[in-house]
């Protein structure tokens, strides 16, 4: 079998000599000022080994892939209730799109475009205050790494604040047709909030495990989901977590992944790893180009798809 070391550290290799990476997201004044350059990779197997490169320990805005752990809790919270307000298709347009609420009465087409993220985060947050809100969030990251030591950027919360004007329109509008039950202003406050939790690829790579081993944590065994559920989200991320870039990705890489404008992607292969890329550098469409370059060649020269 092709060692997987060998191959991990080819691709930081020759993604560190990439003279084209993307451009940063700029709408997040704050996410402006990260280093293009960066390049971090890391694979967890089912024995617990991390294997990795380049800037795997460094801390980066999971901004979207966040979207993964808010929809896990919720569904936690409410089953499959989530479903009357939110659906499950791929959206084909921007992530932050809104020109599909009006004509679907302000239900969003699937739980990671920002509009359904919003309806995620504020099934979070009813019975909550934000603050509780946002230390559930946190404790279940804690929870399924063993990492206490994960956080918010509080910098890079305040920045998208500042400037969130198009999820303050989005949310203002989802709550004209009744799909959010608590104050926008305290659903915005939390979806900014845990958009800003900043991690590093290891730590990525830890969390995203139960997704590949059916829901549960392969080391100790105990379960933190349904399989069923696990599959779901997989199914979702396959469609939907790469927005209007979902059928690309599908195509190039095979698996499914969910990425964030931080440049973080995240991937699933049944069975085998959790893998967590970052590079700040977007495509047209906001997923990490090098990243998605990085999980091509991975998955291609590893033989990893869910297609067989
Ligand atoms: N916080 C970002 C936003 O709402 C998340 C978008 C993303 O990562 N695609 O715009």
């Not at 617990?48 to 320990?57: E, M, R, V, W």
């Not at 399924?144 to 030591?149: A, E, L, S, W």
Request: glycine share 12%; net charge negative; charged share 20%.
């Amino acid at each position: 079998m092709t060692d997987l070391r060998t191959v991990v550290s080819e691709i930081a290799q020759e993604m560190a000599g990439r003279s084209e990476r993307g451009t940063v997201a700029h709408y997040i004044p704050e996410l402006a000022c990260v280093d293009p350059a960066r390049f971090g990779i890391a694979v967890m197997l089912a024995d617990g080994t991390q294997i990795a490169a380049g800037d795997c320990d460094e801390p980066f805005s999971i901004q979207s892939v966040s979207k993964v752990f808010t929809l896990t809790l919720a569904l936690g919270k409410v089953g499959d209730g989530l479903w009357r307000s939110v659906g499950r298709e791929p959206s084909g347009n921007a992530f932050n799109s809104i020109v599909q609420l009006e004509q679907e009465q302000g239900r969003p087409r699937n739980p990671f475009i920002n509009a359904g993220a919003l309806v995620v985060t504020d099934t979070i947050l009813s019975g909550h205050q934000p603050r509780e809100a946002l230390g559930e969030i946190l404790r279940f990251l804690h929870f399924i790494t063993g990492d206490d030591g994960i956080g918010i950027d509080e910098a890079v919360a305040a920045s998208e604040k500042q400037t969130g004007y198009r999820n303050a329109a989005l949310a203002n509008y989802m709550k004209s047709f009744g799909v959010l039950d608590n104050p926008v202003a305290h659903v915005l406050g939390v979806y900014f909030h845990h958009c800003a939790i900043a991690m590093s690829c290891r730590q990525l790579a830890s969390a995203t495990r139960y997704l590949a081993f059916l829901g549960r944590n392969p080391d100790t065994g105990h379960s933190v989901i349904s399989v069923e559920r696990a599959r779901r989200i997989n199914a979702l991320m396959l469609t939907c977590g790469h927005y209007d870039g979902s059928g690309e990705f599908a195509f190039r890489v095979g698996l499914p992944g969910k990425s964030g404008v931080g440049g973080g992607i995240i991937a699933v292969v049944p069975g085998i790893a959790s893998v967590a890329v970052w590079s700040p550098g977007l495509d047209p469409v906001g997923n990490s180009r090098l990243g998605t370059e990085a999980l091509e060649m991975l998955a291609r020269r590893m033989h990893w798809s869910v297609f067989g």
